[in-house]
């Protein structure tokens, strides 16, 4: 029994030798590279082998650690309680696996990061972004001003087409996505149209009403919603007038009173401030339980996704319907869209500033990706 060194100009001389002199019980103790060749330190006696093993080894996070200061900690495996509630024995790979939905749930939240990660990376080579990745779709759409966020959630729509069918496939999946109604207006039979002055609201209130009438054949009763001090609008007047329709005054005092005497459909132009008016909106939703409502936001094409943005938070409540109005004067841009879109709002109606009759155009995925696809 001996332990020895053995000199020679490579590792496999090295071992043939150990070999020849301690036979194949040999245990290699260690191994060294020295100027013109390799020593290798081995041993066949039984207590040095025994010493050796005994020896507290370096566990591969400290040498990680000891290797990268930048790394703080390293995880380390846990011992494995086989009682704990949260574990379960895998009966054919006597694995533990997790049990508990909540670190189901946690690893389902890490993928989808993952993933949603993966969709928004580049992959360049060592002289950055190149000129082939740069005409990919989702960087033209992005340059084109869509939400990375919007361009990410709709990537499967034009995964694998080239630019110009993507771009189409990209739109059309935008516009099915933003014209999910729930609350269908033209099938209410209270209509209520709320946002601040100056986004054509009386002019869509008319608008709607000239619709319904066209639709249904039947009679439409207009309205305002005010607060009892103020003066009557005199332009929502005039247009009961050319349409040949009433026109309600309608105040938080007399509001339920009037709307369970009219059975008529009523469209109803709101002009009060906005979390008034979202209140008594729903409660007057929860007083008629067997009358349907919808309400209706105009947001002018060319506003900014600020607006948007503080539009979508006010009203999110009453779930409404978006009304792009003034789109004769302004077109909606790509910037803007993406924000509908990161708000969950609805678009239902596309509209200009001018004609009061047939002014008025239902928007369904087919007319909206069109108009994508020409504006943005």
Same mark, same amino acid.
């Given at each position: 029994?001996?332990?020895?060194?053995?000199?020679?100009?490579?590792?496999?001389?090295?071992?043939? @030798?150990? *070999?020849?002199?301690?036979?194949?019980?040999?245990?290699?103790?260690?191994?060294?590279?020295?100027?013109?060749?390799?020593?290798?330190?081995?041993?066949?006696?039984?207590?040095?082998?025994?010493? +050796?093993?005994?020896?507290? =080894? =370096?566990?591969? $996070? %400290?040498?990680?650690?000891?290797?990268?200061?930048?790394?703080?900690?390293?995880?380390?495996?846990?011992?494995?309680?086989?009682?704990? $509630?949260?574990?379960?024995?895998? $009966?054919?790979?006597?694995?533990?696996?997790? #049990?508990?939905? #909540? /670190?189901?749930?946690?690893?389902?939240?890490?993928?989808?990061?993952?993933?949603?990660?993966?969709?928004?990376?580049?992959?360049?080579? *060592?002289?950055?972004?190149?000129?082939?990745?740069?005409?990919?779709?989702?960087?033209?759409?992005?340059?084109?001003?869509?939400?990375?966020?919007?361009?990410?959630?709709?990537?499967? %729509? +034009?995964?694998?087409?080239?630019? @110009?069918?993507?771009?189409?496939?990209?739109?059309?999946?935008?516009? %099915? #996505?933003?014209?999910?109604?729930?609350?269908?207006? *033209? =099938?209410?039979?209270? !209509? &209520?149209?709320?946002?601040?002055?100056?986004?054509?609201?009386?002019?869509?209130?008319?608008?709607?009403?000239?619709? =319904?009438?066209? @639709?249904?054949?039947?009679?439409?009763?207009?309205?305002?919603?005010?607060?009892?001090?103020?003066?009557?609008?005199?332009?929502?007047?005039?247009?009961?007038?050319?349409?040949?329709?009433?026109?309600?005054?309608?105040?938080?005092?007399?509001?339920?009173? !009037?709307?369970?005497?009219?059975?008529?459909?009523?469209?109803? /132009?709101?002009?009060?401030?906005?979390?008034?008016?979202? /209140?008594?909106?729903?409660?007057?939703?929860?007083?008629?339980?067997?009358?349907? &409502?919808?309400?209706?936001? $105009?947001?002018?094409?060319?506003?900014?996704?600020?607006?948007?943005?503080?539009?979508?938070?006010?009203?999110?409540?009453?779930?409404?319907?978006?009304?792009?109005?003034?789109?004769?004067?302004?077109?909606?841009?790509?910037?803007?869209?993406?924000?509908? &879109?990161?708000?969950?709002?609805?678009?239902?109606?596309?509209?200009?500033?001018?004609?009061?009759?047939?002014?008025?155009?239902?928007?369904?995925?087919?007319?909206? *990706?069109?108009?994508?696809?020409?504006?943005?």
């Amino acid at each position: 029994m001996a332990t020895l060194k053995i000199t020679a100009r490579d590792s496999s001389s090295a071992m043939e @030798e150990v *070999s020849k002199k301690l036979g194949a019980d040999a245990y290699i103790l260690a191994t060294k590279t020295k100027e013109g060749g390799v020593e290798i330190e081995a041993t066949n006696d039984p207590i040095e082998i025994k010493k +050796f093993s005994e020896k507290a =080894k =370096k566990s591969f $996070p %400290s040498l990680m650690k000891r290797e990268l200061g930048n790394i703080a900690q390293f995880p380390t495996q846990k011992k494995v309680d086989l009682m704990s $509630p949260r574990l379960a024995v895998d $009966p054919i790979a006597g694995d533990t696996v997790p #049990t508990n939905k #909540t /670190d189901f749930a946690e690893l389902n939240r890490s993928v989808n990061k993952l993933l949603d990660e993966i969709r928004g990376m580049y992959i360049t080579d *060592s002289h950055g972004l190149g000129a082939e990745i740069g005409q990919t779709t989702a960087v033209k759409l992005q340059n084109a001003g869509f939400d990375n966020a919007v361009i990410k959630r709709l990537s499967p %729509s +034009f995964y694998g087409l080239n630019y @110009e069918r993507g771009r189409a496939a990209f739109m059309k999946a935008l516009a %099915s #996505t933003l014209t999910q109604i729930e609350k269908q207006p *033209s =099938k209410a039979d209270i !209509t &209520f149209v709320t946002g601040v002055s100056g986004v054509g609201k009386t002019n869509l209130t008319s608008k709607l009403a000239a619709a =319904k009438m066209g @639709e249904l054949n039947k009679k439409v009763v207009l309205a305002s919603l005010d607060h009892k001090n103020n003066s009557f609008d005199e332009a929502l007047r005039s247009h009961g007038r050319m349409l040949n329709v009433p026109v309600l005054r309608l105040t938080q005092e007399n509001l339920i009173e !009037t709307l369970s005497s009219t059975k008529d459909k009523i469209i109803v /132009d709101v002009s009060l401030e906005a979390s008034e008016a979202v /209140d008594i909106i729903m409660n007057a939703e929860k007083f008629f339980s067997d009358r349907t &409502f919808a309400s209706v936001v $105009p947001i002018t094409g060319g506003t900014n996704k600020i607006f948007i943005r503080s539009q979508a938070s006010i009203f999110r409540a009453l779930r409404p319907c978006i009304a792009l109005t003034k789109l004769d004067e302004c077109d909606i841009s790509s910037v803007e869209i993406s924000e509908f &879109f990161l708000n969950d709002m609805k678009i239902y109606f596309l509209t200009g500033s001018k004609s009061i009759l047939g002014g008025l155009s239902k928007c369904n995925t087919e007319i909206l *990706s069109q108009y994508l696809l020409e504006n943005c």
